[in-house]
């Protein structure tokens, strides 16, 4: 759990705790520092995206690295959002860039520039990361970005959440309802199936095939199955 400036997690139900209270002030330009995003790799390390780059502690919460982003003066220095993929390799999202984190030199492998504003991601079950920007859906894989909106023009709209569940994508819209994707398949969920509204925010997924769905006006449960 990400705040303006500490980072919590939960290792029993409903309780929180700090996570490396210290880690602040040996970070670069810690009173400008802002925390987006958290996440617990596979091999027991937390990765902390930030406004200046990622910052890797072992499993005493210890800082092992921090890849400052704002040394490099191209790209936006922020890291958004971190995911693992199948390699255990680290891929963070900020406004402009996709940047691969290689696992095992925790350095930066790779650097690709979004042709749109960037926004969510997640990594697919065949390893690919499919990303949300403002001109709708793209994805990252064999070296070459590809836009889905040139097959289905559902893949358009402006997207806000991307969940995996069960292995299928569920992508939330800001206009168009819910979109579940298995296969070459694209099921649409509106206000005609039971949504409280067309404009979605987030999706938490709480099992095989049930999620929640957060919206405009209020929160919508649902479930479905192929």
């Known amino acids: ?3 303006r400036h500490k980072i919590f997690e939960s290792k029993k139900q409903g309780k929180f705790t700090e996570v490396c209270p210290a880690l602040l002030s040996k970070l670069p330009k810690p009173n400008k520092l802002v925390w987006w995003n958290g996440l617990k790799h596979s091999d027991g390390t937390t990765w902390l995206s930030t406004a200046g780059g990622v910052a890797i502690l072992n499993k005493s919460d210890e800082l092992i690295k921090y890849l400052d982003f704002a040394k490099d003066t191209t790209i936006e220095p922020h ?3 971190i995911q693992e993929d199948r390699s255990k390799n680290v891929w963070s999202l900020n406004l402009s860039n996709l940047t691969k984190i290689n696992h095992a030199s925790l350095s930066i492998e ?3 520039l979004l042709p749109a504003r960037g926004g969510k991601m997640v990594v697919d079950t065949s390893g690919d990361v499919i990303i949300t920007t403002v001109e709708g859906l793209y994805s990252y894989g064999k070296d070459s970005l590809h836009y889905w909106g040139r097959d289905n023009e ?10 995996l569940c069960d292995g ?9 309802g819910l979109l579940i ?3 070459d398949s694209v099921y649409r969920i509106t206000v005609n199936n039971g949504l409280s ?3 979605c925010r987030s999706i938490c997924v709480d099992g095989p095939g049930k ?14 199955s192929f």
């Open 79 to 81: 890291s958004r959002m």
């Open 211 to 224: 999620i929640w769905v957060g919206t405009n006006r209020g929160l919508n449960a649902v479930s479905f």
């Open 110 to 112: 790779k650097r690709v």
């Open 1 to 3: 759990l990400a705040t």
């Open 154 to 163: 559902l893949f358009k709209q402006r997207f806000t959440d991307l969940k």
């Open 168 to 176: 299928n994508l569920v992508a939330a819209t800001k206009s168009a």
């Open 197 to 199: 509204t067309n404009m």
């Open 181 to 183: 994707v298995t296969g």
